[in-house]
């Protein structure tokens, strides 16, 4: 077809003037061959699973073990984010902030027109509606993807709502937003995610990753959507949104952020302990990464999980870690960059149990243990529909959301943070949250022991400055009449010969407990210069083998760390010059105070 033929098909198909104009300009700068609207039905999306496994895009697996589940090998060059290529491309740098890359709208459509012109000639464009969060709720807003890759489409469609139904929601409003994709050449060197905030447009080329090319996940769900929520009065945060069942089976719920490799995953996906459960505990997971928080009628803030799948990583996933995300990998699945298990066509990944003998490599490669290379990438991934999961709450689609008792910030400190503390208030939490950080753990990234900071656990993925974004924080805390209280965790805690005190996991409920307790008013706690802390003795050490001794190693505060702590976090605000807000500076030195006089007691 021409490009006029194409356009007068999109027209005829697409009511919506600002839509169709927006996509005719795209198929006249790709130049694809065909162009499929996406309308969401099985008969449609099982005709592109077939189309894509006949390609070699896909891989069926074994469909009496994995119904439903396909396999995915993405390029070699291609096997994660790559924040070096992703940039925020708003009109003045100083919006960006010092903690994004930043380049100029015009000088950004420039190259990167140049790289998409032609690039889905002898492609089919995928024009693919879809919905961050449930039709019709005041949280949700759409996004339209177009794309040249069955494996993006198919994705998506397990990530978000998709199909005609957003359209028919859409209506005549121009408010969407534009995503343009094209796998196009895979080139490394011309690899680009670039998010416009004033245009509320994301381009993404020459990737296939899904971090980079499921443009509803972190380009709009967190980086366009925090500056949505800057403008209109609600947060995009990087959090699990978690929900605990108490045996008189009250339910309250608690927003979580964690950098990685802190359990984030494990923490929305939690077993209670055996003694718990026989109690009548619950664990409901709303969402595994992702929250849009919005101020509710009562003065309360409110949370939903504008996602409808978990996009999570494979490697240590398995009956023991995580037994519930396991479970929600069994069927209608698409594996990326796992071993593929030749006798029976079922996936593997390190971590789960004894490897196969017969079997292909994360590359494709005849591969087994022996080798000493590891058979999946260490970023392989698993994109599972949340309906799977075992322990998915029934308020996973409710409009309004969940009311959010409590929020918790966390990292991977061996001696400074204590197991759990309670900011003095909000304007302290947001302190806590801006401060957070995480110590390195493998000599593969860097130095291991190593302070990185990652305020709110979203420094990759704020879409504006971020002294802007704490101040935001500040001024929703404001007009918040029950604000939620903020809280600190550390699971990581080591003695001195390097080995964790805290068994963590399940046992992480112990201090949600406490959490909860203290977000009703139910339980004391001690003042220090960091923060309320549990009295010993509400923390339940039932069933484990942990002291009361042990339990007050875990909740020490050493004051010559925190001073060190201090210096350091005084260090990271400099990089933000007159935008960092005067409320944190004066925490800052209210807390330096608070040190210095817990040093002459």
């Not at 959090?239 to 089976?249: A, F, L, R, S």
């Amino acid at each position: 077809m021409t490009v006029n033929e194409l356009k007068n098909q999109v027209n005829a198909k697409i009511s919506n003037a600002y839509l169709s104009e927006w996509v005719n300009k795209a198929i006249a700068l790709t130049e694809p061959d065909k162009v499929v609207l996406i309308d969401g039905s099985e008969p449609q999306l099982e005709a592109l699973r077939k189309e894509a496994v006949a390609a070699g895009e896909m891989i069926q697996l074994n469909q009496e073990k994995l119904p439903g589940c396909y396999l995915h090998r993405s390029a070699v060059n291609d096997v994660a984010r790559v924040e070096g290529r992703t940039f925020i491309c708003s009109e003045r740098e100083e919006d960006a902030g010092p903690t994004n890359h930043w380049m100029a709208p015009k000088d950004a459509y420039s190259k990167l027109e140049k790289l998409f012109e032609g690039s889905m000639h002898g492609r089919t464009m995928y024009i693919s509606p879809y919905s961050m969060g449930t039709l019709g709720s005041p949280f949700s807003k759409i996004g339209i993807e177009l794309t040249d890759s069955i494996y993006v489409v198919l994705s998506m469609n397990i990530m978000t709502r998709m199909g005609q139904k957003v359209l028919d929601q859409l209506g005549q409003s121009k408010e969407f937003i534009r995503g343009l994709h094209s796998t196009a050449e895979l080139s490394e060197e011309n690899r680009y995610i670039c998010h416009f905030p004033e245009d509320n447009t994301i381009w993404s080329i020459n990737s296939g990753y899904g971090g980079n090319v499921l443009l509803g996940k972190k380009c709009f769900a967190l980086r366009i959507a925090s500056n949505l929520g800057r403008k209109e009065g609600w947060l995009a945060e990087h959090m699990v949104i978690v929900g605990i069942e108490n045996p008189q089976g009250e339910i309250h719920y608690l927003c979580a952020a964690f950098p990685s490799a802190c359990g984030k995953t494990n923490l929305a996906m939690m077993i209670p302990p055996e003694h718990f459960r026989k109690k009548g505990y619950k664990v409901w997971t709303v969402g595994d990464d992702i929250a849009w928080l919005r101020v509710g009628e009562d003065g309360r803030l409110w949370a939903v999980n504008p996602e409808n799948g978990f996009f999570g990583v494979a490697p240590g996933t398995n009956e023991k870690s995580n037994p519930n995300a396991l479970l929600t990998t069994k069927k209608n699945t698409i594996f990326t960059n796992v071993v593929q298990n030749l006798d029976d066509n079922t996936v593997w990944w390190e971590g789960l149990g004894e490897a196969p003998k017969n079997a292909l490599n994360w590359k494709g490669e005849k591969w087994d243990a022996s080798s000493g290379e590891k058979g999946a990438h260490p970023n392989s991934r698993f994109t599972a529909p949340a309906g799977n999961c075992p322990c998915i709450s029934p308020k996973l689609n409710d409009p309004k959301g969940v009311p959010i008792d409590g929020f918790i910030f966390g990292g991977r400190r061996a001696k400074t943070a204590p197991l759990v503390f309670e900011s003095l208030n909000w304007k302290h939490g947001v302190f806590v949250g801006s401060a957070m950080a995480s110590e390195t753990t493998a000599a593969a990234k860097g130095k291991v022991g190593v302070v990185r900071r990652d305020p709110m656990a979203m420094l990759p993925f704020c879409g504006y400055n971020m002294g802007d974004y704490w101040q935001h924080w500040l001024d929703v805390g404001s007009s918040l009449k029950h604000p939620p209280k903020i809280f600190h965790v550390n699971w990581f805690r080591t003695d001195d010969e390097g080995h964790f005190i805290w068994p963590g996991f399940g046992d992480n409920l112990r201090v949600l407990l406490w959490i909860l307790d203290r977000c009703q008013e139910k339980a004391d706690a001690v003042k220090t210069p960091i923060g309320y802390e549990p009295k010993i003795e509400d923390i339940s050490l039932e069933g484990l083998s942990i002291t009361k001794d042990t339990l007050t190693e875990l909740l020490r505060v050493d004051p010559a760390l925190w001073e060190q702590e201090a210096k350091d976090i005084r260090a990271f605000y400099e990089k933000f010059g007159n935008k960092l807000p005067i409320e944190l500076r004066s925490q800052l030195e209210e807390f330096e105070k608070r040190l210095a006089t817990e040093k002459t007691k």
